[in-house]
């Protein structure tokens, strides 16, 4: 860092240390909080959780037996889950729904209950449709899986579907068979009575010589309870390390500014004040000062001292003359009107004593009267 730099560092701080200062302290504050709430006492918060508390899975088995004659599959054949059965070969269709608690604690009771729903609908607008249960069942104290057991003959359904149609007269929409078991589970859990309600359903699709049975919905049903808990804090990185950080910073700040300020050490006594004016001058009227190697001597010229630099560069364009300075500028002369007009910087402020070249005289251009510097 040069001196300029370096002193207009130490004047801006000196004017600013109060500020600075109270700055320091803020962030070392700061830091204390940051450093104590993430690392001595996070403290706690509070989350909410939701685990399972009990659950029933469901599914749906289904088969037709082959009654009938066929060149593929002997009479009395069970064909069991298959995307496709035909019509002609195993016309009814048997299912079973199973439904297994799981997780209840005791006076568990499960009631299931079957119903074959007929419908014409289309994008959410059902035109008409038709229920008829097929089974139903209750039990008590289970400690197993549930079932229950349906049949139905998709040629009467069908033929039922037909029939309304032709009652009715035609309809828009698409018509659909559908088996809904409505199911519900009761027990206790966690000491406390609980309850689980839900729906699964067995889409038919009827397509005159075969037909497709396709189960719907999850396999599972939870019954699920939220419970607010209080966890410790876990501070996240900036404030884990933001804390101490600012801690450190704010008090090395405080520190060296407090010491400064008892030492003195940033302001600028006079000296240094006037040197630093120097040094703006210097740099400021760079192009009006010319660097000669003066003669010894100038005759009895008179000497005049100006105060600043930068008075002595106003008196060179007011003459319109050139402002001489020693190699090492150690002086800086403006000779006019017969005058010499000169100017001493202050001494370099690093302690550092500038070389001493004597400048008892500066000449001028020649003619006497000044205006330009000597080769």
Known sequence: MDESTRLRVRAVLSSWLTALLVVALVVGAVGVWGTYSAHVAPGTTTEERTPQAWSTSAAFDHSATVTRENPV?????ELSNRSTYFTAASPVLDGTFTAAPRGLDGNVSVDLAATLVLDSSEEGTTYWRDTRPLAETSATGVDGPVSLAFSLNVTEVADRIAAIQEGIGA???????TVVVDARVAGTAGGSPSSLAFSRSLSLGLNGDTYTATASGPTTEAVERTTTVRVPRSPGPVHAVGGPLALVVGAVATGALGVAARRDGIALDDDERARLDYLDDRAEFDEWIVSVRLPDRDGDRPVAEAATLADLVNLAIDSDAAVLATPDEEVFAVVADGYRY???????TDGDVLPSVGL????DDGDGDGGGPAA
Not at 171 to 177: H, L, Q, S
Not at 342 to 348: E, G, L, M, S, V
Not at 360 to 363: G, I, M
Request: avoid cysteine.
């Open 73 to 77: 599959f002997p009479v009395g054949t």
């Open 171 to 177: 309809t828009p929409g698409e018509t659909g068979a």
């Open 342 to 348: 000169t100017y001493r910087p202050p001494p370099a």
């Open 360 to 363: 008892d005289a500066a000449a």
